[in-house]
């Protein structure tokens, strides 16, 4: 039998901990409400595997009721830590990580995981544009509130943002950034996009209805606007004249009211001057 062989063994029997939990001294609380489920697990693993509960074993700062250790982590989902517990026991990923491999990145990371942290990162580094389209807002989100800590992650988004940033901008879920991660993302200087392209999006971040929003964009550009004596105030040659309450379609590429007639409740009259 060679040492290897022997190596082999061992492993196996301590991965095997993760399913024997009949000499278990940590009960671990995740989630809330009716959502919370209990964990168990043994303290000299923990301790072993992760900087954070060793830290937590050793200042003696965790809860003790009887023998058992208790930890509560409410922010955490059981199906993320459920992932975290096999790893940390057998130093596998459980199961398709993709719907949750943000969250999980951000408890390895709290966890002082760092191996699996720079797993996770690659991971999202290989993902193809679909999965960018579909959670490309969420990434950089998450990331403008962690810069500097994923590193990898923060690149990536910048590449994402100076050469494609319309699987973002133009993204169903743009909607759901933060002030702060929206503000990140208009003042980069290498975004490449008109910024009457920019000025849409950020329309549509603002009312957050997209169902009932309608933005149109004017077709022939000296006919934006288009005031006379007769007709005071109106946008488009025709299009929509306050005034004379009246809304068509004639310069604009779509119509902004299904009725070709409107009442104003009230108005601004404001100036745009360039510098």
């Known amino acids: 039998m060679s040492c290897q062989t022997l190596s082999n063994k061992f492993l196996e029997d ?11 001294n940590v009960k ?17 693993i923990l301790r072993a595997r992760s900087k954070y509960f060793h830290s937590a074993f050793s200042s003696n700062l965790v809860k003790k009721e009887g023998d058992f250790y208790i930890f ?16 940390i026991y057998t130093g596998t990923i459980l199961g398709n990580i993709e719907n949750n491999i943000i969250e999980l990145l951000l408890v390895a990371n709290e966890m002082e995981l760092y191996e ?5 990162q690659q991971c999202i580094i290989n993902f193809n544009n679909d999965w960018i389209e579909l959670n490309g807002v969420k990434l950089y989100d998450f990331i403008s509130h ?21 699987l973002l901008i133009d993204s169903n879920e743009f909607w759901g950034l933060d002030d702060e991660a929206l503000l990140s993302m208009i003042q980069l200087d290498y975004l490449e ?12 971040w603002d009312t957050l209805d997209l169902n009932t929003i309608v933005l149109s964009r004017v077709v022939e550009y000296n006919r934006a606007i288009w005031d006379s004596d007769d007709n005071n105030h109106g946008f488009g040659y025709g ?7 009246s809304c068509k379609l004639t310069h604009y590429s779509a119509k902004i ?9 009230d108005y601004e009259v404001f100036q745009v001057i360039e510098k």
């Open 28 to 44: 671990i609380q995740v989630g809330k409400d009716s959502e919370m489920e209990i964990f168990q697990a043994h303290s000299v």
């Open 14 to 24: 301590i991965n095997n901990l993760y399913d024997i939990t009949d000499d278990y």
């Open 193 to 204: 996009m008109k910024e009457v392209e920019i000025w849409d999006n950020l329309i549509k």
């Open 239 to 245: 299009d929509l004249y306050i005034f004379r309450k």
């Open 146 to 166: 962690h810069k500097d800590v994923f590193p990898k992650l923060q690149e990536l988004c910048n590449n994402i943002m100076s050469q494609k940033p319309k």
């Open 72 to 87: 509560k982590k409410p922010n955490v989902t059981s199906i993320v830590f459920k992932i975290i517990l096999k790893y």
């Open 116 to 120: 699996l942290v720079e797993y996770l």
């Open 257 to 265: 009211l299904d009725s070709d007639h409107f009442e104003i409740d």
